[in-house]
């Protein structure tokens, strides 16, 4: 278990919610949904907006990972580490997935709040959100 997991437990920046599974679909809707809409976003040239979107796509996929163990996040931080700590220090989730996602939440932030971005940054995270959610339904078939 990572220092950054253990923190955000003590923290109670990650603590168990007994509605978890039963939203996990939802989460999954709300990933493609984002996906989808960040897609047009990024067809029609609003590569800010769909930074954005492919990042919340991603966020939504996670979190239905950590739905799936009864858990919720009360940051975007913790919900990286979390991710880390039960998928891929238990090999389910490739290493590759959760730098992607850390990537992806650098990239929505300089969006967001610093008005950076670039058409190259939206398509990377357009091929990574794919492959992300891909990943997420793989898993939490085999539950």
């Known amino acids: ?7 955000c437990l003590k923290k109670q920046k990650i603590r168990e919610f007994t509605r978890g ?15 989808k809409a960040g897609k047009k976003s990024m ?10 979107q492919f990042y919340y796509s991603m966020f939504h996929s996670a ?6 163990k009864n858990l919720r996040e ?4 913790c ?21 992607v996602l850390q990537t992806a ?12 971005w670039s058409r190259d940054g939206a398509e990377k995270l357009f091929k990574s959100a794919e492959l992300f959610l891909e990943k997420t339904k793989e898993i939490l078939k085999r539950g």
């Open 1 to 7: 278990m990572s220092i950054e997991f253990k923190e």
């Open 21 to 35: 599974r039963s939203l996990v679909e939802k989460e999954l809707r709300t990933a493609e949904e984002d996906l």
């Open 43 to 52: 067809d029609d040239g609003n590569y800010k907006w769909s930074t954005i």
């Open 63 to 68: 979190r239905a990972l950590l739905y799936a």
């Open 74 to 77: 009360a940051s975007h931080y």
């Open 79 to 99: 919900l990286i580490a979390a991710i880390k700590t039960l998928y891929v220090e238990n090999n389910l989730l490739p290493v590759k997935l959760i730098e």
């Open 105 to 116: 939440k650098s990239l929505r932030e300089s969006a967001d709040y610093y008005d950076r």
